[in-house]
């Protein structure tokens, strides 16, 4: 069933789990994503990002919200680093559930004033809206400590942008950053601040940049012949304790994406005669949702539907 995104996540916070938001481009990923929640009666927020909404257009946002109606758990459709108050209202015009405006690049005003644009609009139509407050910048623990407080999210701060905007859920940045590069060794999350931040807002709490890239992910790819370099990702006691503190909502990307492709990669490279499409993208669906469902476990939804 179509949710918005903060019935999904009040729950997930007022019970101490955490509900994946993973990002679909296209067909395969969409169905993996659903079929990964409805096995494991988990509910899900499924992603579209600016760029996905682009590559894939309508048949990727209809067949997105489509599915989710049909879905027998709790789906939220949700857009993903909305850039501007057009591309939200594009959002809502197609039927998402949830969206989310990143001004964060911009100064704590003006953040201030175009997230409440945004709020305003989206729940007039009961949508609900993710903000964002803070750099997503790889931070390394020798960074000093005033350098870090400029970069990550403030927590008084944080208290006073969710009550002046009135957004439903906040990303925060506590040191993840997006991709499959962390920065060198064990990447590094604040949670302290995390607890601090969490105890001044009692709103779900999002957190970016948290795929774990699994060495034997990498290698993977790496053995069929991709090329990757040093790769790391969130571990997943670090997740667990981010969960246990507050935050409710993780994204996941890149592990989707390095399952999917190092899946088509050995399936061609095994059978270079092939070139039948469902031979490859099969496999490679099946592998998306195998990681789909592997963090669902980690975020403790499983049986919350
Ligand atoms: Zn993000």
Do not use: W
């Not at 296209?26 to 993996?32: D, S």
């Not at 957190?207 to 069929?224: N, T």
């Amino acid at each position: 069933m179509l949710v918005t995104g903060l019935e999904i996540l009040k729950k997930a916070r007022a019970e101490g789990y955490g509900v994946g938001a993973f990002n679909t481009n296209n067909m395969e990923f969409t169905q993996a994503i659903l079929e990964a929640a409805e096995e494991l009666r988990s509910p899900v927020i499924l992603a579209l990002s600016e760029g996905a909404m682009k590559y894939g257009g309508r048949a990727l946002t209809q067949m997105a919200v489509a599915l989710a109606k049909e879905a027998r758990v709790p789906v939220a459709i949700h857009l993903d680093h909305g850039s501007s108050y057009e591309s939200v209202l594009k959002a809502l015009r197609e039927g998402f559930t949830s969206v989310m405006i990143d001004k964060s690049h911009e100064d704590f005003e003006t953040n201030v004033r175009e997230t409440k644009r945004v709020v305003e609009a989206a729940h007039a139509v009961g949508v609900t809206v993710e903000a964002e407050l803070g750099r997503l910048a790889g931070i390394e623990e020798h960074v000093a400590v005033d350098e870090k407080d400029a970069l990550l999210t403030n927590p008084e701060e944080a208290r006073i942008f969710m009550e002046r905007t009135g957004a439903d859920y906040l990303a925060v940045a506590i040191g993840t950053s997006h991709g499959a590069y962390k920065g060198k060794g064990r990447p590094f999350i604040d949670h302290p601040r995390l607890e601090r931040i969490a105890g001044l807002v009692p709103a779900p709490l999002v957190l970016h940049g948290a795929s774990a890239v699994p060495p034997e992910l990498v290698e993977r790819f790496r053995a069929a012949g991709g090329e990757i370099g040093e790769a790391a990702g969130i571990h997943p006691e670090d997740i667990r304790k981010a969960i246990a503190l507050g935050v409710a909502k993780i994204n996941t990307d890149t592990d989707l994406r390095l399952a999917f492709t190092a899946l088509i990669r050995e399936t061609l490279g095994k059978s270079p005669k092939e070139f039948d499409p469902r031979k490859y993208l099969g496999p490679a669906r099946e592998a998306v949702k195998e990681v789909v469902k592997s963090r669902m476990e980690l975020f403790g939804s499983v049986g919350k539907a």
